[in-house]
């Protein structure tokens, strides 16, 4: 499926004393993609994080980043990487500049890169205007903003972020996420989150973690394709043209089901890509407006209730 | 060692604005501003308070104040000491600080070497400073006396600290919580204080150079008396930040 794999993971375990956290996770993740790495809370999914980051050791397996291999204890996988953990913490007694600037001297960067970074990432972050107040003083949200911004100021091939939208209210949320649209443009970016909207708003590939292995795995719209019941939401301009029209429909040869209530019809058929269009024949046919035609998508939700329960 | 230069700086920084140094400074110059005067001003003290007379007082000389000055610093002060820079890692460690300098490529024993480097420098920054101020006080409380060897005494209290400084990294390592950078210090403290007893360890025991400073300068002893514990302060002190660097270099954060 994966054309070609940025960060690899191969056979990962990890365990907490009796607690087995990780048991031989393999996944990839594509070039240039926005992968959603779905679980509970405690599946493992920081555990995972941390050890692509080098912060946690694995008992076996392996993560390549661009083909080189991450070991634990040494930074030379980390200029491929930014990571924003699930809550920053930052020195607050800096501002932004000075805070990027520190870890920009760090990842060893020259003086006109990290200015020149700090600006532009800061823009698109949106704290310009609070660049020079201390961090402190920051909400959430902003601290959610500066993680971003120090997470890209090496320019990473690869950016983390852990549950970065868990903690923040409606608009925070919304913010960072289209923060996140704007990012994958520049990088591959592997998402944490429990949240399966957001998931559904900017990721294209996912897995989702459970009992230490991922239980469904692979692109978005492959799985939904995969996971589609072959039913059409039909919505008329009134309920009594739907009730009207229920009835000749399920003596249409190719419809097995006719439901739904109100203007709304369901209706299943054998091949929806096939029988859709007869479908749309015949009610023109039949001289009614439709007002809506969808095919019925299976939500991430009830994908992740199906291999979750 | 990857980031040393920029989180030294980051360090010095922390120190400066959270307001550490000054508070060690102002504590330990106040030490030097009340010592000279109390020990010049004993007599009339207690003249005023009406049981002259009873205690047979010599005349106050200079090496009072500094005798002053060492027994309040070699307690208050160094308990200040411990207070203000036996957070220095264990705070990060707790807070979670350290996780994105760390993933940006920091160097463990960077960080490890720059905290414990700069809570050197302000022991040392607040040391001078009092013991300047206690100098150029006793110098006009007491008038064209001399006290000897000031610095030999000072650099033997100073170690002293370092000693204690450097047990801080290594017991924020072992010691999990905000305070767990006191832990062996405190308790390494306390076993020396109890093996003060024992005269054959007597010489070898560091907190000998918090005590013996004022013999020192009053040329009870030679200076010499000082090597053992000097030597032991020195290489313990060395040994406890290295192993400190090993094991955190292990440690999961």
């Known amino acids: 499926m994966i054309k070609m794999a940025l960060l690899s993971i191969e056979g990962l375990s990890k365990s907490f004393g009796a607690l087995q956290v990780l048991n031989n996770l393999s996944f990839e993740v594509e070039q240039g993609s926005v992968f959603g790495f779905i679980g509970k809370n405690g599946s493992g999914k920081t555990t995972t994080m941390k050890i692509i980051v080098g912060l946690l050791k694995a008992q076996s397996g392996s993560v390549h980043i661009s083909g080189v291999p991450v070991k634990y204890g040494e930074t030379k996988t980390n200029h491929m990487i930014g990571y924003l953990p699930d809550v920053p913490e930052y020195y607050g007694f800096f501002n932004a500049i000075e805070y990027l600037r520190l870890v920009g001297q760090i990842a060893n960067m020259s003086p006109a890169k990290i200015k020149s970074q700090t600006s532009e990432l800061l823009e698109l972050v949106g704290l310009q205007d609070s660049a020079k107040r201390k961090i402190r003083g920051y909400s959430r949200g902003m601290k959610q903003r500066l993680g971003i911004a120090q997470a890209l100021i090496h320019e990473p091939t690869l950016l983390i972020c852990d549950e970065p939208t868990s903690a923040l209210d409606p608009q925070g949320r919304s913010d960072l996420l289209g923060l996140l649209e704007l990012v994958r443009q520049r990088t591959t970016v592997l998402l944490s989150t429990h949240i399966l909207t957001d998931v559904e708003r900017v990721c294209d590939a996912v897995g989702v973690l459970d009992g230490g292995k991922l239980a469904l795995y692979g692109k978005l719209d492959e799985l939904k394709a995969a996971h589609r019941r072959d039913t059409i939401v039909i919505e008329m301009e009134s309920a009594a043209a739907a009730q009207r029209l229920a009835q000749p429909l399920l003596g249409l040869p190719f419809v097995q089901q006719v439901g739904g209530g109100g203007n709304t019809l369901t209706i299943d058929v054998h091949n929806v890509t096939a029988n859709g269009r007869d479908v749309l024949a015949f009610l023109s046919e039949q001289d009614s407006t439709v007002r809506a035609y969808h095919v019925l998508e299976p939500s991430l939700e009830s994908l992740y209730l199906d291999v979750i329960a | ?253």
């Open chain 2, 1 to 253: 060692m990857n980031g040393f230069l920029p989180f030294l700086k980051k360090e010095i920084t922390q120190t400066l604005r959270t307001y550490k140094l000054l508070i060690l400074v102002l504590v330990l110059v106040s030490f030097a501003v009340m010592s000279p005067a109390l020990a010049r001003f004993t007599p009339e003290i207690l003249q005023l308070s009406g049981i002259e007379g009873m205690i047979a007082l010599p005349a106050p000389v200079a090496l009072d104040s500094w005798i002053q000055f060492y027994s309040t610093t070699s307690q208050m002060g160094i308990l200040a000491l411990m207070l203000i820079y036996g957070g220095i890692l264990s705070g990060e460690k707790s807070k979670g600080t350290l996780v994105l300098p760390l993933t940006h490529g920091l160097s463990r024993s960077a960080a490890l070497l720059a905290k414990y480097l700069v809570s050197v420098g302000g022991w040392t920054v607040s040391l001078a400073l009092a013991a300047l101020v206690n100098h150029l006080y006793t110098l006009y409380l007491f008038p064209g006396e001399e006290v000897a060897f000031v610095l030999g005494g000072l650099a033997s209290f100073w170690l002293c600290g370092v000693f204690l400084l450097s047990l801080v990294p290594l017991s924020s390592v072992l010691v999990k919580g905000s305070f767990g950078g006191l832990a062996l210090p405190g308790g390494v403290l306390f076993t020396l204080l109890v093996l003060m007893i024992f005269p054959d360890l007597f010489s070898f025991n560091p907190l000998l150079l918090a005590s013996s400073p004022l013999q020192v300068m009053a040329g009870v002893d030679e200076w010499t008396i000082l090597l053992p514990a000097l030597i032991t302060s020195a290489v313990t002190s060395a040994v406890a930040v290295a192993a400190a660097m090993v094991l955190f270099r292990r440690s999961s954060l």
